[in-house]
Each structure stands twice: as C-alpha cells, then as structure tokens.
C-alpha cells in the first residue's frame, strides 16, 4: 500500500524559508519520479517541481531559483527546499507519485506572512 507523508509546514514571513520533507511507503523508491504539488486559494492545484530516479529536476516557473528539489533514496523522503517565500506562495503542499494511479500524501500547510 502506497503511503506518502508531508511535513515540514507552518508559518513563515515573506522572505523566510522552509523545508518540506515527504516519507514515501509501500514503493521501490528509487526508480520513481517523486513530485511536489500546490493548491494556493482560488486555484486549482499545480505542479511545483519533480524529480526523477536519475536525479533530473524540473520545475515551475514561478518557483525557479527559490525552490530546490531533492530525494534521499536510502530514507526513502523527497524535499523541497523554499527560499525566498512569498505571500502568494501560501497553499497546501502535496507529494504526488504515479504507479498506474495518482497517489497524494494528505497535504502540509504553507503559509507566507506579508
């Protein structure tokens, strides 16, 4: 049973950072492209950044150059570092993987203070 878990949420002042953490279950992690996604209010959700077994990263324009993301196979986590936060980047972070169906974690709370 696939199981993915956030955390690393909370409150932050715009400029601050924070680190997500995201512990994946019930995989072979490693050979998985692990994602990061976002639901800030009044929009849907979107992806923020991926990463593949290989390492190759990918992100969202509106986060290049202040978010990094990154996994720790043997500790089977993926993270996204977030610096340089903004107001606008207040929402719900979800890790996502696709093993013939979407699975999310349940979400970890962001929330930039102007």
């Known amino acids: 049973q696939v199981r993915l878990v956030e955390s690393g949420g909370g409150l932050v002042q715009a400029g601050g950072s924070l680190r997500l953490s995201c512990a994946a279950s019930?995989?072979?992690?490693?050979?998985?492209?692990m994602r990061w996604y976002r639901q800030t209010p009044g929009k849907q959700r979107e992806l923020v950044a991926g990463?593949?077994?290989?390492?190759?990263?990918n992100y969202a324009d509106f986060v290049k150059g202040r978010f990094t993301i990154s996994r720790d196979n043997p500790k089977s986590t993926v993270y996204l570092q977030m610096n340089s936060l903004k107001p606008e980047d207040t929402g719900v972070y979800y890790c996502?993987?696709?093993?013939?169906?979407?699975?999310w974690g349940q979400g970890t709370q962001v929330t930039v203070s102007s």
């Open positions: 996502n993987v696709v093993r013939g169906y979407n699975y």
């Open positions: 019930g995989i072979i992690f490693n050979i998985n492209t």
């Open positions: 990463i593949t077994s290989g390492g190759t990263t």
